[in-house]
């Protein structure tokens, strides 16, 4: 009989394992039991020996010709792919090379091979590891010898876990050993790919870990140099999972040294509010692995899980409503519009529209989903990639207070190229006055239609002024975008909750006051007129000014998770310029959107 392997659909045959298993056949007068020949039989003849000996023959050959292994140039190809797409989007006009290499370069069988190419071309083999040490063990427990070089990587930490060239130890709560608590992705020890979770840790340097403490362990490690040798007795389960492909958008700022329950500081990631994350694995519930998107190094820190953080902001809020109902106060998580009382569910707020120049005040109905909104923890969200299409604009929304400066900066935007820029029109319940045109100024309706069409969900918006009903349509919107222009609105901020869609996909921008001082300061310096006044006649009072710091603090409070860029509008000159910046970016560039508008 003889030993065969398939490589390309025909039969390989290897002399060794053949000879081997002839010689086995005969070896009938050797000292050894039936059991024992048996599994040395089915050994020989299984076909995941007969396919690594296969593997190695093939290996052995390509390294003697050296011609099958060439050495990588570069280690990021996904990069520089990101970059050259970035170059063909920003380029005025396409011309068809580049159209067909735009194309080319997003197929994912292509973006397949680079990210092979990359995980192949990260792997850091040198400098070359001195031989293992021959140990005679009588012991019959398994054990594992692995070779780390020293580096840089973070070798401080807490009594708990320990950074150990990019894994982290603890003891056993059961046992009392040391063990494996964490392999941190990109790290030396996941490089090697011999170190996993839940391994035991019996000595370090030749040196018996038995009955110490991870510090003392710690102290092994800062005094050895150059080359570190672990004993381990492998885990039954070695549970290596793939590095996820996630990415998430962090709506809080996290600083690993100021968090007294993380399993260790030093292997702890830093970030701020905005910070695109590679969430690179999730398998703790409380601890994720991940890393800055764009960061080069390859380690992975330690993050807060989502639930972990959650669990924390809900602590948090319940401490501060509980301090403020002691001092008497209305706790943040129920402060009303207008910030005068105290009741749970106001059911109006004020919004002013724009139409033809003038400013009307409209009672925009708030009664759904208020205490909803409030409630909704903002962590982290999932997140992807959107590159702009050719004659596709998202819709621009400029979210803010009452009287912060969105008409103007609005109608500056559309002034700009009022064929490229459009606002859609409202409809309204309310008679045609004389000289108006169904569709221009307005759409004119019934009320009953209007009402059964709030019912549907089909407004964006509504409220009632003076007995006649008033709204945006979301179809209106939908069909600017269709016909190649780009849509612009100044919406109530509870409109997000409807404009906030993989169809829509809104670019929204924060038009923030000043503080409080300034904003009193610049406006007055500049005459600026009242909006909550229907004729423009006077300024703006002591009272409005602080409404409309109020109402800041509630729309960040609720919804600021939601924006994408906030201009703070303290010069309308200097506000405007960056309001044009953002929308050519939008037009222009790549951006980060909820993960959901991409799929």
Known sequence: MT???MANGKKKVDTALTDLFTNLQRASNLPTTDEELGFLNDLLQSKELNAL????????????????FPIPVLSDSMQVLSDVLEELINQSTMSPDCRELFQMLQRPHLQGLLCAHDSVAQKDYYPHLPDIPVEEDDSEETVKIVQLVKSNEPLTGTQSAEP????????????GKIVIARVMHGGAADRSGLIHVGDEVVEVNAISVEGKTPNDVLTILQNSEGTITFKLIPAESKGNVRESKVRVRAHFDYSSSNDPYIPCKEAGLDFKKGDVLHVVCQDDQYWWQARKEGDRHMRAGLIPSRALQEKRIVHERSLVANEDEENGLCPVSVVPEDGLTCSPKPSRCLLVADNKNKTKKIIYDTAENDDFDRELIATYEEVAKLYPRPRVYRPVVLIGPPGVGRNELKRRLIDTDPEKYRTPTPYTSRPMKPGEVDGKEYFFVTREQMEDDIDKGKFIEFGEYK????????????DIVSSGHVCVLN?????????RT???????IYIKPPSLDVLKDTRMANHARSTFDVNNSRGFTEDEFKDMIKHTERIEFLYEHFFDETIINDDLVTAFTKLLTAVNRVETEPLWVPASWVQ
């Open 3 to 5: 030993s065969e392997v």
């Open 467 to 478: 007995g006649n009903l008033y709204g945006t349509s979301a179809e209106n919107v939908k």
């Open 491 to 499: 919406p109530h901020y509870q409109a997000l909750k409807i404009l």
């Open 502 to 508: 993989p169809q829509l996909k809104p670019y929204i």
């Open 53 to 68: 000996v296969n593997i190695h023959n093939k290996i052995l050959t390509n390294v003697e010709r050296k011609r099958f």
């Open 164 to 175: 150990i060239v990019g894994a982290t130890i603890k003891t056993d709560e059961q046992t």
